[in-house]
């Protein structure tokens, strides 16, 4: 019998690449209030449950090995609902951290954070996991968003040296793949410049270091963590700290850098038919980045190396000419 795993959260952009990766391995439960979209009906389970239910999520939790976590509000949401933001994020994160501890049949859990937790302004040095946390070292509209994910990692490393479960976290870059969310950069740049639009980076942002992933490495190192769990082979120890894992591409690149990668590559890729030009928005913001403040950071991915086996991953430009590259095939296709 394959072990289950559930996925909280699992109808979101993360949580369905991860349930589709795993279809082999595991038994995939999906715990969600919104549907599930995709493929994926008939293959994982899917219920319709509330994070901030704690009897339900105990009771959806019953028959699992493992848990993901993926549920998040995320911004612009947890600016314009905050208590939603607190109750889903944080007393939510309480609940399936209590509900596993009390299962003697689940042998841990998995948070999806984020590498928003170390900050983005003033970054210099190696990032480590021991980096640190720096909530207010963001734009103000993703203060929040910080905030919560910094209680998230908190609430669950403190229930990872209560416990003698493993409470692990693998800390994100922004994700990169097809089916990524609608608003984040990447998707606007590459629709806009596929519509032959302009591209559009912010003035105040555009020097700005991001720190990003591909979502099928993203897969990869969440199954490699899931079964070194199911299998012990995580250490227990009192530290819990070494239950987090960097997984981010070492080598930050800027939102400008990001716009010129789109714009060459639809240049490249349709033989010139589209040729976008990038128009910067000033927005009267004042900017926190300066030009080359990129070159004074890189990601420490050791621990994902050695623990999750992640050898390479996708660079930020591989990821965007893979996802033109399949815009444009499927625009082919409808178009024959």
């Known amino acids: 019998m394959k072990p289950k795993i559930a996925i909280i959260g699992g109808a979101g952009y993360i949580g369905r690449s991860l349930a589709t990766h795993f279809l082999e391995d595991f038994q995939v439960k999906i715990l969600d209030i919104k549907p599930l979209l995709g493929n994926l009906e008939g293959l994982a389970t899917h219920v319709y449950s509330d994070i901030r239910n704690l009897p339900e999520i105990t009771k959806e939790l019953d028959d699992i090995d493992l848990v993901i976590h993926t549920a998040i ?12 933001g607190y109750e889903v994020n944080i007393t939510g994160t309480q609940n399936v951290c209590r509900a596993i501890r009390e299962n003697p049949n689940i042998k841990g859990m998995i948070l999806a954070g984020t590498w928003h937790t170390v900050g983005e302004i003033g970054l210099k040095g190696k990032i480590d996991e021991a980096f640190g946390f720096r909530p207010d070292k963001v734009e103000d509209r993703a203060r929040l968003y910080a905030l919560s994910k910094i209680t998230q990692e908190s609430i669950i490393r403190f229930y990872d040296e209560m416990s003698n479960k493993i409470y692990g976290i693998i800390r994100m870059g922004t ?35 991001m720190l990003y992933i591909n979502i099928d490495d993203i897969c990869r190192a969440f199954k490699a963590y899931a079964k070194k769990i199911l299998n012990d082979e995580i250490e227990k120890n009192d530290n819990s700290l070494t239950h987090i894992v960097n997984v981010c591409y070492p080598e930050p690149i800027t939102i400008l850098e990001l716009a010129e990668i789109v714009k060459e590559t639809i240049i490249e890729y349709t033989s010139g038919k589209l040729r976008p030009k990038i128009e910067i928005v000033d927005k009267g913001i004042p ?24 050898d390479k991953l996708k660079s930020p430009e591989e990821s965007i000419r893979e996802i033109i590259r399949k815009r444009l095939y499927a625009q082919s296709c409808l178009k024959n």
């Open 73 to 84: 509000i995320q911004i612009p949401l947890i600016n314009e609902n905050k208590f939603l």
């Open 175 to 209: 994700v990169l793949g097809e089916g990524m969310p609608e608003k984040t950069a990447a998707n606007i740049f590459i629709e806009r410049g596929l519509r032959g639009e302009a591209i559009t980076p912010y003035k105040h942002s555009m020097h700005r270091p």
């Open 287 to 310: 900017s926190f980045f300066v030009k080359n403040e990129k070159s004074q950071i890189k990601v420490d991915i050791t621990r994902a190396k050695n623990l999750l086996k992640l």
